[in-house]
């Protein structure tokens, strides 16, 4: 049986579970914990930790942070008790990079309102809905062929987003009360020597752990994180990456082929991390 998942989309950003569907799935799955990592945003947190009540699961406040270290680096946040207004602004430059894609699909023809997708899909709205738009008009197969025919770098309908820097964004999680960890260290295809200048550039700014178990990695690719983590001195974490059907194949609590699986020791660890932060 699996313990935990510290890596979850809801609603609230791309996933297609909203925050409370995330917790009972969860729960029928007999996970002990989850953490809810939307995109740049808090907001799918009340509900969430509200359902972690009526289905006895803990729920941790959590978020993901895209930000700016040459190629994109993703930075989860656990334990926030706010978000520092550098972190509050990013929804809002969404907004605007958002704000650019619909009017391009506009001027194309195509019948999208921007006004519409907010109401739909709330305020963090990322290229996945765009994606969903496009399959629903019959453009793409599924998001994910969205993305490889129209939202991916150089597609007709990408348009880049401002983003923070990886030293304020680290240093504005600590700021918000949460702890900063290092999300899926293999996505940003960097070699031993360049991740590990990442992870020391990092922790000068108080990154506290690393995403060691993550869907698709293999044991030896944890096995080598895990050794990263030790060595640095810095927690492990661990979580799926679930979005629901915005990327059908990962599943909570397992990932892809069931190779996922997260201690409940980690989060222990974790918590204590954040108390310490909390009372300094
Ligand atoms: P945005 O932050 O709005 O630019 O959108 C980026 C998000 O799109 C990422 O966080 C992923 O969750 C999602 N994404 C990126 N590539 C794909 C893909 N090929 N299929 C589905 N979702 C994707
Ligand atoms: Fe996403
Ligand atoms: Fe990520
Ligand atoms: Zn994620």
Redesign the pocket.
């Known amino acids: 049986m699996r313990e935990i998942d510290l890596h979850i989309?809801t609603t609230a950003s791309?996933g297609t579970c909203t925050p409370r569907e995330a917790v009972r799935r969860a729960s029928e799955l007999g996970l002990r914990a989850i953490a809810v990592t939307d995109?740049d945003t808090i907001a799918g947190h009340a509900e969430a930790i509200s359902a972690g009540m009526d289905y006895g699961v803990e729920v941790v406040r959590g978020i993901e942070v895209?930000t700016r270290y040459g190629v994109s680096v993703h930075i989860l946040g656990y334990y926030l008790e706010h978000l520092v207004p550098l972190l509050a602004g990013i929804v809002n430059d969404?907004d605007v990079r958002n704000e650019k894609i619909a009017a391009l699909m506009a001027g194309d023809g195509l019948p999208v309102s921007y006004a519409e997708m907010k109401r739909r899909f709330g305020e963090a709205?990322?290229?996945?809905h765009f994606?969903r738009i496009l399959t629903e008009l019959g453009l793409a197969e599924s998001?994910?062929d969205a993305?490889?025919r129209f939202l991916?770098r150089d597609k007709r309908y990408f348009v880049p987003?401002r983003t923070v820097d990886i030293d304020s964004s680290v240093e504005a999680i600590v700021q918000s009360g949460g702890v900063p960890v290092l999300a899926h260290p293999f996505q940003y295809k960097k070699n031993d020597a360049e991740l590990r200048e990442l992870i020391e550039h990092c922790v000068v700014h108080g990154l506290r752990g690393i995403e060691c178990r993550y869907s698709g990695y293999d044991l030896g690719q944890v096995k080598y994180l895990e050794g990263l983590a030790e060595e640095y001195g810095l927690l492990k974490t661990g979580g799926s990456d679930f979005?629901g059907g915005?990327?059908p194949h990962i599943r909570l609590g397992t990932g892809i082929a069931g190779e996922l699986d997260v201690p409940y020791a980690w989060l222990e660890r974790l918590r204590e991390e954040a108390e310490k932060l909390h009372n300094t």
């Open positions: 989309h791309d995109h895209s969404r709205i990322g290229r996945p994606g998001v994910s993305f490889d991916s987003r979005h915005n990327k």
